[in-house]
């Protein structure tokens, strides 16, 4: 399974930017799928996941009411859109397929390559 991560780039605080990840080579509807993120000099940490079908979400505290993630399978691509950016979200965000969509970057199994989000202030 390939990941393609995109959409990331500098914007300002409080505004928006809308992260896309297409996939390949697999069924992409069997995948959890989840965004992560790091910053320079910092663990990578989960951001967000969806379940299979989109049933259930799931959020870090530090971006929820602010980020949303979803997914549309016909398309093979999950998306973060992401609102009310802080400065504190500057990272590179990747984006993961797994057999669940959980916050343990362990359970996946495929990462794409990661997009740079820059948010200054």
């Known amino acids: 399974v390939q990941l393609q991560a995109s959409g990331g780039g500098l914007v300002q605080a409080g505004g928006s930017l809308t992260l896309s990840c297409a996939t390949s080579?697999?069924?992409?509807?069997?995948?959890?799928m989840g965004w992560f993120r790091q910053a320079p000099g910092k663990e990578r940490e989960f951001v967000a996941a969806?379940?299979?079908?989109?049933?259930?979400?799931y959020y870090a505290e530090s971006v929820k009411g602010r980020f949303t993630i979803s997914r549309d399978n016909a398309k093979n691509t999950v998306y973060l859109q992401m609102n009310s950016l802080k400065p504190d979200d500057t990272a590179v965000y990747y984006c993961?397929?797994?057999?669940?969509?959980?916050?343990?970057?362990?359970?996946?199994?495929?990462w794409g390559q990661g997009t740079l989000v820059t948010v200054s202030s």
């Open positions: 080579g697999g069924t992409f509807s069997s995948y959890g």
């Open positions: 993961a397929a797994g057999i669940v969509a959980t916050s343990n970057p362990r359970v996946y199994n495929y």
């Open positions: 969806i379940t299979k079908i989109g049933g259930a979400t």
